[in-house]
């Protein structure tokens, strides 16, 4: 009877597992087969091309890349100054929450929660347009103030990805922050009230201790998300080209490689590589903050 149970148990995973084959290990599968190959032309380049097996060649130049080993360093530096501010700010909004009244919350969470709930896409385009010196109000209202911004600048590019990629993350690590404050037993909050603490010092002392595992899973994802980045940098291309190049971001790169270029193998080559960076920089990172919360 218990190994029937079984059975039927496991058998009631057998559709994820099946999308979890078809969908993630078989193209990773076929991502690294076709990484191992090149196209080469036969002759002056006039004959047809032909695959050769070329082993970890592609790999060895996504290495000696300098292009796309700039493109990580640029990315990995402006997630060192944006995951942490998107992240305090979202902190910040929990707490709020957390002190408001159930009722007020839940109407709070929702307005914050907006920002997310629109595709990536469309609110890059929104914040390319309000950056626009053309159409977009902030120009005219930052004249207004004295101050001539111009959003499309090279020295105010990661700045306006960045509070747009600020603005649209809010709130989704809010709400985990917020899940993992309402699990913190209020028994805490009034025996230090009648201690004397007050809430600043409740919330330094009890609450943000309580949600680091929240903090620790909201910064890993904005890690993978970051290493990732590729709609707002592409949107801010076909604006301003002179300054976001085609090998702006690393994806960027491996984008123009596969459908510009054609160079599909290497594009693979490359991807595979991001995907290691992307795992060794995670587990560096929980390694790191687990040994702090301990």
């Not at 292009?67 to 909004?93: D, E, G």
């Given at each position: ?259 510009n270029a054609g160079n599909y193998h290497y594009a693979a080559a490359l991807s595979v590589l991001l ?20």
């Amino acid at each position: 009877m218990i190994r029937s149970m079984r059975w039927k148990g496991a058998a009631f995973t057998v559709p994820f597992q099946l999308g979890f084959v078809f969908l993630y290990l078989l193209p990773i599968g076929y991502a690294v087969h076709e990484s191992l190959f090149t196209e080469r032309q036969s002759g002056l380049g006039l004959g047809g091309a032909t695959t050769e097996f070329v082993g970890l060649d592609n790999y060895t130049q996504g290495l000696t890349d300098s292009a796309f080993m700039n493109s990580i360093l640029r990315v990995v530096l402006f997630a060192c100054v944006q995951i942490p501010m998107m992240l305090l700010i979202s902190l910040l909004l929990a707490l709020f929450l957390d002190a408001l009244t159930s009722r007020a919350a839940s109407r709070f969470r929702i307005v914050l929660l907006v920002p997310y709930m629109i595709p990536g896409v469309v609110a890059a385009i929104v914040w390319v347009n309000l950056y626009s010196p053309d159409v977009g109000p902030l120009t005219s209202i930052g004249k207004s103030l004295g101050l001539d911004w111009n959003f499309f600048a090279p020295s105010m590019v990661w700045p306006a990805i960045g509070n747009l990629l600020t603005w649209h993350g809010i709130g989704y690590n809010m709400v985990i922050i917020y899940s993992a404050l309402q699990g913190v037993p209020r028994e805490l909050f009034e025996a230090a009230r009648l201690d004397g603490a007050s809430e600043l010092r409740i919330a330094r002392s009890i609450k943000i201790p309580f949600v680091r595992g929240a903090l620790v899973l909201t910064g890993l994802l904005s890690i993978i998300q970051m290493l990732q980045i590729f709609n707002e940098p592409a949107l801010f291309r076909n604006i301003t080209p002179q300054t976001v190049s085609d090998s702006f971001t690393p994806i960027m790169i491996i984008y123009n490689q596969a459908f510009n270029a054609g160079n599909y193998h290497y594009a693979a080559a490359l991807s595979v590589l991001l995907a290691l960076i992307l795992g060794v920089a995670s587990f560096l990172f929980y390694r790191l903050t687990s040994k702090e919360a301990d």
